[in-house]
């Protein structure tokens, strides 16, 4: 258990739509990171949250966007799905600052069909 | 060529065997994490080094920052230790790469 939670666990979507998936960090932790993980590959790096400002960013188009908030709660939101989004989504958190460890939620699974 | 280099692709071993997963990268980091993936995507970090060396149980891992190199040990390897193993580095600019992972299986 790493106290992280995330949700929902696994979601269907078609092409075109919007999907917003929710990041419930340690109390406490300041900074928010979320991957993007497809079938039989390493995560990739999306974005850094840290104090509800975007503190660092991926090779990812505007498309994917986030949000975090006050209670250590935050989103991924990712517009215009495409086929190519289906993947495994982990956000994890941390403390603050570099040299921090992650603490990785269990992560949604995301299909875009 | 990918920045964060893994190897061995797939490992399997006989249960008590001593296990050497190995991690090369080739930008400048602040910190490298050495995670664990279990089926169903669940990772857990097993350890975050700067330099020198970290010890949890079985586990130890290993950095070289002149070399660029670090190692995750596994002693007395044992089934529940079957994992895809992730070297993850820290870049100074705030972002994550990840080597694309070392699968695990140890054989009772």
């Known amino acids: 258990e790493t106290g992280v939670t995330q949700s929902p666990t696994h979601l269907i979507k078609t092409r075109g739509q919007q999907v917003t998936l929710r990041c419930s960090s340690q109390?406490?932790?300041?900074?928010v990171s979320w991957y993007q993980q497809a079938l039989g590959q390493g995560p990739q790096f999306i974005f850094q949250?840290?104090?509800?400002?975007?503190?660092g960013r991926g090779n990812f188009p505007p498309r994917f966007s986030g949000l975090q908030f006050p209670n250590y709660s935050s989103e991924l939101n990712v517009n215009a799905l495409e086929l190519d989004d289906s993947a495994l989504y982990l956000c994890?958190?941390?403390?603050?600052?570099?040299?921090?460890?992650?603490?990785f939620g269990p992560g949604t699974r995301l299909l875009v069909l | 060529k990918n920045e964060v280099e893994q190897s061995p692709q797939n490992l399997t071993a006989q249960e008590g065997e001593f296990i050497t997963i190995n991690c090369s990268y080739s930008?400048?980091?602040?910190?490298l994490h050495w995670l664990q993936q279990h089926p169903g995507g669940g990772i857990v970090s097993l350890f975050m080094?700067?330099?020198g060396k970290k010890k949890h149980g079985r586990l130890i891992a290993t950095i070289n920052i002149q070399e660029k190199h670090s190692s995750l040990h596994i002693t007395a390897s044992h089934p529940r230790d079957s994992a895809v193993y992730i070297c993850?580095?820290?870049?100074?600019?705030?972002?994550?790469?990840f080597g694309a992972g070392t699968r695990l299986t140890v054989k009772p």
């Open positions: 930008v400048g980091i602040s910190a």
């Open positions: 080094l700067s330099s």
């Open positions: 994890a958190s941390s403390l603050g600052g570099n040299q921090e460890t992650q603490y």
């Open positions: 993850a580095v820290e870049t100074c600019g705030n972002d994550m790469r």
């Open positions: 949250y840290y104090r509800e400002e975007e503190n």
């Open positions: 109390s406490g932790h300041n900074t």
